[in-house]
């Protein structure tokens, strides 16, 4: 059983910084696309940013530019560099993980992300 624990959100003022982690347990990591999401009040989830086991990365058009998304295999974690905040990016980021080869998907708890104007 694959479990992800997110850290790193909080309180920041627009043009700020974040760093948001996803430890990943329980699966071998390696197998693993990772990927960060997230919800706004009243709105559906969306995919923000995604990295393949492989090092692939990906990004929703509104962060390219200002968001980073990276792994460290060794400490099997997962993380989204996010710069230049916006008041738009305030929303609760999920972390997922997807296994390579059966499509299985694994979420965390969410972690909230406030930027205020």
């Known amino acids: 059983q694959v479990q992800l624990v997110e850290s790193g959100g909080g309180l920041v003022q627009a043009g700020g910084s974040l760093r948001l982690s996803c430890a990943v347990s329980g699966g071998i990591f390696g197998l693993l696309n990772m990927g960060w999401y997230r919800q706004a009040p009243g709105t559906q989830r969306e995919l923000v940013a995604g990295?393949?086991?492989?090092?692939?990365?990906s990004y929703a058009d509104s962060v390219k530019g200002r968001f980073t998304i990276s792994r460290d295999n060794a400490k099997k974690t997962a993380y989204l560099q996010m710069n230049s905040l916006k008041p738009d990016d305030t929303a609760v980021y999920y972390c997922n993980a997807k296994i390579i080869f059966n499509g299985i998907n694994y979420w965390g708890k969410g972690t909230q992300v406030t930027v205020s104007s």
């Open positions: 990295i393949s086991n492989g090092g692939s990365t």
